[in-house]
């Protein structure tokens, strides 16, 4: 049972756009929810995250917006540059647990 | 200050052989683990460790020992690897047992078992 769904699994867009990923959960007992980026050969590395007492968060150029009632949350990437062309994974996990619950990862790709 | 190191960076095995990577970490974390990252399926829980000393399985534990040999190094063995455990494994440590404390992540060791 795959509990966080993300989607696209690619997405292209031209410099200068919003990129926008999103993410579904099932589990009502997710309260964290972080997105990690990765390049090529490099290990994931956090970006930004969320709490679902709040319903938005941005730093910088990058936003996430929560939905709490229809349990989804998406990453918003404004003025896209090719230096984002990497893949974003979305994540949760729940208060008392260890580890992180992934999504299967968007590969984003930025055309100058 | 290093962060995050495995080694091997690249390895291949033939059906039944075994191996052990090796992932050390030097932020005084108290908080270790090991994921795998297949194409299309996002990265995996392996197993963890909350603290020197403790181990537990995640996700996907079977095919795997791990061992939490001080609070600097977490190693994962695979005792006689499967074509299915070909993969890219990723170590990560965090600074408490917290989700919300953010996990950073190593390099990674490709895999490739014929």
């Known amino acids: 049972q795959q509990q966080v769904k993300q989607s696209p699994q690619s997405l292209i867009v031209q410099k200068g756009g919003i990129s926008i990923i999103n993410c579904a959960y099932e589990n009502t007992a997710f309260d964290y929810f972080p997105w990690y980026q990765q390049f090529p050969g490099k290990g994931p590395a956090l970006l930004i995250a969320?709490?679902?007492?709040?319903s938005e968060k941005k730093e910088g150029r990058f936003t996430i917006s929560f939905n709490k009632s229809a349990k989804q949350f998406s990453l918003h990437i404004m003025d896209s540059q090719p230096g984002d062309s990497a893949t974003y994974f979305c994540?949760?996990?729940?208060?008392?647990?260890?580890?992180?619950?992934f999504g299967k990862g968007t590969h984003l790709i930025i055309q100058p | 200050n290093a962060g995050v190191t495995q080694t091997p960076k690249f390895q291949v095995l033939k059906t039944g052989q075994s191996m052990t990577l090796q992932c050390a970490q030097d932020?005084?974390?108290?908080?270790m683990y090991w994921y795998r990252q297949d194409p299309g399926m996002g990265l995996r829980l392996i197993y963890y460790s909350a603290s020197e000393g403790t181990t537990d399985k995640g996700e996907v534990p079977n095919g795997y020992n791990v061992s939490r040999l001080n609070k600097r190094e977490f190693s994962l063995r695979l005792e006689s690897a499967a074509p299915s455990q070909t993969s890219v494994y990723f170590c990560?440590?965090?600074?408490?047992?917290?989700?919300?404390?953010?996990?950073?992540f190593g390099p990674g060791t490709r895999l490739t078992v014929l």
């Open positions: 994540a949760a996990s729940r208060g008392g647990a260890d580890g992180l619950t």
């Open positions: 969320i709490r679902p007492d709040v």
């Open positions: 932020m005084n974390h108290n908080s």
């Open positions: 990560a440590s965090s600074k408490r047992r917290d989700p919300t404390d953010t996990q950073y």
